[in-house]
């Protein structure tokens, strides 16, 4: 819709405009009032970034009941922030959006399921739920497949599984997962593989890591050390749905 292409514009600067956010959800409301779900979504995260929260939740529910993953996503997160927080509904519209497929829903309503907020506490749905998040991408839930993979918490216990889905989460910029990767690394005796884990590790402020790369740091040529270095600073992260 060219008014959902007009509000993107707006709000990013794109497309040789200014950016201008009062423009943007013009655009965006004016879509919404159309039939847009996704400008309604749009409209919603400005709403929410201004404090105007139940403007916000009005746009993100009218977006979920039209069956807009999006909106169901935004608005299950919606009521857990609330005041008090509203667990029972936030899964409810969680699930909802888990089952359309939204990777970011899919890890809330994990979160949920494993902490047991607005439902019974079930590490296996939990486990089922990052895992499917982290197969579509979603770097967190990497992180956490992997914990439930080497502490066997919902998924039977598998180092390698655990390995894979920490790698994937460091590769993408999780900085637990680069330490946790690191240290791994360490044990196995790669070490300047270790060392690059680490130092983006401590980059992103994992302060725990400086102590171990440096200890590595120590039995590495001067050759190595810079090899590392300069991997480090030509590391870029690999696409994710974050």
Not at 120 to 130: E, P, S
Not at 145 to 166: D, I, N, P, V
Not at 170 to 197: C, N, P, T
Request: hydrophobic fraction near 40%; aromatic fraction near 8%.
């Amino acid at each position: 819709m060219l008014l959902l292409r007009h509000g993107k514009r707006f709000k990013h600067g794109r497309g040789g405009v200014r950016r201008n956010l009062e423009k943007a959800l013009d655009s965006f409301l004016k879509g919404a009032a159309r039939g847009s779900t996704l400008a309604m979504v749009d409209a919603g995260l400005i709403y929410w970034e201004r404090g105007l929260k139940e403007e916000a939740i009005a746009l993100y529910l009218k977006a979920a009941v039209l069956g807009d993953p999006a909106g169901q996503c935004n608005l299950g997160i919606s009521y857990l922030h609330g005041q008090p927080p509203n667990h029972k509904e936030a899964v409810k519209w969680l699930h909802r959006a888990s089952v359309g497929g939204h990777v970011r829903a899919q890890y809330q309503l994990a979160l949920c399921v494993h902490q047991g907020l607005g439902v019974d506490r079930d590490l296996h749905q939990a486990a089922r739920w990052y895992l499917k998040a982290a197969e579509g991408g979603y770097v967190r839930a990497m992180y956490n497949a992997s914990l439930c993979y080497t502490f066997g918490e919902g998924l039977s216990h598998s180092r390698r599984q655990a390995s894979k889905w920490m790698k994937r989460a460091a590769d993408r910029g999780h900085s637990k997962a680069q330490f946790e990767h690191g240290l791994a690394l360490f044990s196995e005796g790669e070490m300047m593989k270790a060392v690059v884990y680490l130092e983006l590790a401590t980059r992103s402020g994992e302060t725990a890591a400086t102590h171990v790369k440096n200890v590595i740091l120590q039995q590495l040529s001067a050759t190595s050390r810079d090899r590392a270095m300069l991997l480090a600073d030509n590391w870029r992260a690999l696409p994710s749905s974050r």
